[in-house]
């Protein structure tokens, strides 16, 4: 079955970077588009960003645009998010996404705090 596993969340102060993975199994990781997206208490979970299946075609929020960085190994089933010069308002728990035959799968989420 699908499964996918985020890591890499934690507390950090603004400005400071983290980088988040995830490590996917249970499907033919290089032939499907991958996803983070993320959920702050209170609002509806938001699409951060995506990555095509080979890396050709990225896509970005506009809210982290220029800050976050998606990008992904084929060799060892894991999609990355970098993100740098964080803040506050990047404050969610994200997740990891894909779509197969026009199902969702999810990832447990990772948690992301922005705070000084």
């Known amino acids: 079955q699908v499964q996918l596993v985020e890591s890499g969340g934690g507390l950090v102060q603004p400005g400071g970077s983290l980088r988040l993975s995830c490590t996917a199994s249970?499907?033919?990781?290089?032939?499907?588009?991958m996803s983070w997206y993320r959920q702050a208490p209170g609002k509806e979970r938001e699409l951060v960003a995506l990555i095509s299946s080979i890396s050709v075609f990225t896509k970005y929020a506009d809210s982290v645009k220029g800050r976050f960085t998606i990008s992904r190994d084929n060799a060892k089933n894991t999609v990355y998010l970098q993100m740098n010069s964080l803040k506050p308002e990047d404050t969610a728990r994200y997740y990891c996404?894909?779509?197969?035959?026009?199902?969702?799968?999810w990832g447990q989420g990772t948690q992301v705090t922005v705070s000084s």
């Open positions: 996404n894909t779509q197969r035959n026009g199902n969702p799968y």
């Open positions: 249970g499907f033919t990781f290089s032939s499907y588009a």
